[in-house]
Structures are given as structure tokens and as C-alpha cells.
């Protein structure tokens, strides 16, 4: 005998209309002529919520190569910051591969080869991660919005991805 409760049909629709609505929001904000710094403010907190999604990072690579923060919203919840070097490294790696091919993964959490030499999520939420070109006053640099997922917890607001 299954426990599940059928889904809401008017709860999913509602949910689809929220996502679709911060899409355009996205959209009509990467055609306005803001600053850098104002439009990740504007736009990663739209994307964490259609995520539904614990926080994010927008990550920018330098002219030397190196990932440099732009802009975070709850960066500590991922504990990233707790984690041993290796950990980092490897989360970096991560970083560093969806900037240099040019796609976005989902990665699960605590998850990556055994290898300690290759990119991992070591954090205990999925992290979504995609490259995005940003235009900043210097120069036009890639840049890589994240975000950290994970699934609901006691008394947490629930933080899983939104039913598509």
C-alpha cells in the first residue's frame, strides 16, 4: 500500500507559472544596461529560488585563470569554507571544468571519482553550476553562476528542486 499523496495538479501549474515568471524577470534584466555587481545581485536571488535551492555563487574567471567571487547569497550553508584543502581543490576543479567546457552539471552531493585529483562536490547539497559571459568594466570575462541544492530537513524550508 503506497503512502504517497497524488500530486496537486493547480500546486504544479502554480509552480511552473512562478518559474516561468522569474525566467522573463532573468531575461529582461540581462537585456537592461545594469553593473555587474547590480545585476548578480538582481539575478542570482531569482535563480536560487527557482531552484529552490539553499544559495549560490557567481564565480568569475581572471585574466591569470583563477576563479574569483563576484557575488554569493548563503555561500557559508554550503560549509564549503569547513571543508579540508583537498575538498576545496577538488570543488574547484569543478568549477574550473564547467568553465572550460562551457556546460552546466548537476552534480549529487558528497559526490565525485575516488581519485583526489579530480573535481568533486564535497558539500552535502547538489550543486548546479552553468557559464554564463558577463560583461564587467575591465573586460568581458566568463563567469559561473552555482547553486547548492539539497533535500528538505527538519524544521529547514524545503530546498528540493521545484516539480518541473
Known amino acids: 500500500m503506497s503512502t504517497e499523496q497524488p500530486l496537486d495538479p493547480s500546486l504544479i501549474e502554480q509552480t511552473k507559472q512562478q518559474i516561468r515568471s522569474l525566467y522573463a524577470e532573468i531575461a529582461q534584466l540581462a537585456r537592461s544596461d545594469v553593473a555587474p555587481e547590480e545585476f548578480y545581485a538582481e539575478m542570482l536571488p531569482r535563480i536560487i529560488s527557482a531552484l529552490a535551492a539553499v544559495g549560490g555563487v557567481v564565480w568569475a574567471k581572471q585574466d591569470q585563470g583563477q576563479l574569483a567571487l ?3 547569497v548563503n555561500l557559508q550553508e554550503s560549509r564549503l ?3 579540508n584543502e583537498e575538498d576545496q581543490i577538488r570543488h574547484g576543479r569543478l568549477l574550473q571544468k564547467v568553465m572550460s567546457t562551457g556546460e552546466g552539471i548537476l552534480v549529487p552531493p558528497h559526490s565525485g571519482a ?3 585529483d579530480q573535481a568533486a562536490n564535497p ?3 547538489a550543486a548546479a553550476a552553468a ?3 558577463a560583461a564587467t568594466p575591465s573586460a568581458t570575462r566568463q ?3 552555482t547553486t547548492n541544492s539539497q533535500a528538505p530537513r527538519a524544521k529547514a524550508p524545503s530546498i528540493s528542486p521545484a516539480p518541473a
Open 70 to 72: 563576484q557575488y554569493q
Open 81 to 83: 569554507g569547513e571543508k
Open 114 to 116: 575516488g581519485d583526489s
Open 123 to 125: 558539500t552535502a547539497a
Open 131 to 133: 557559464p554564463s559571459a
Open 143 to 145: 563567469s559561473s553562476p
